[in-house]
């Protein structure tokens, strides 16, 4: 191969390039359970912006666009979507005993961080110094997220436009700006959107 038909180097930080064989990433019960609790102690603003980066940036045990995709079928299923993400990443890498590990390690410290809190809130929550603070952590909390979607979108921006988008910006103007029931909006949209990538992949 000439030194011009030879590929691009790869950065290593780039959350989107593959990842390598899965067998040689594939995590411990300790590691899944260490991560996970790891992200439940610094998860400042919101666990699934700190799970994002930790699974595709940090560790490296998911590509953005897989990300991406267990998110989106775990907004389909009942319950938080970070606990969804996090039992089908332990099961996907690991069986029943990863997603307890992963589970117990994302939900554990919180438990005992926000008795915590509930017991201090009820004690001080009155103090103007203190509704103050929690503005200011609010803030930040929605610059959190608005990063993470924005990280999130950018795997989609690869791709040329499509149905896809359309499905998405259909789901936005129905529900965001004309309050529309949002089961009856997933009615209609969701099969328009199974069959919108039953078809890009036939055409693969």
């Known amino acids: 191969m ?110 005992v961080l926000m008795i915590a809190a509930g017991t201090l809130y009820r004690s001080f929550g009155s103090l103007p110094e203190l509704r103050g603070v929690l503005s200011g952590l609010a803030a930040a909390a929605a610059g959190m997220i608005i990063a993470t979607a924005v990280q999130m979108a950018e795997p989609l921006r690869r791709f040329r436009p499509g149905p896809e988008h359309a499905v998405a910006l259909a789901a936005f103007v129905a529900v965001g700006v004309l309050r529309l029931s949002l089961p009856l909006v997933l009615l209609v949209l969701v099969p328009a959107s199974i069959g919108f990538a039953w078809r890009r992949v036939d055409e693969k």
């Open 2 to 111: 000439s030194r011009q038909d030879s590929p691009p180097p790869v950065r290593a930080d780039d959350p989107n390039a593959p990842v390598p064989d899965q067998a040689v990433l594939r995590p411990s019960i300790a590691e899944l359970f260490r991560a996970f609790a790891g992200v439940s102690l610094s998860s400042f603003g919101g666990v699934l912006a700190w799970s994002r980066r930790m699974l595709v940036e940090d560790k490296r045990w998911m590509t953005a666009a897989e990300f991406n995709d267990v998110l989106a079928l775990c907004q389909f299923l009942p319950g938080p979507n970070i606990v969804n993400v996090c039992a089908v990443f332990g099961v996907r890498v690991r069986g029943i005993a990863g997603a307890l590990a992963c589970l117990t390690g994302l939900l554990g410290p919180s438990i």
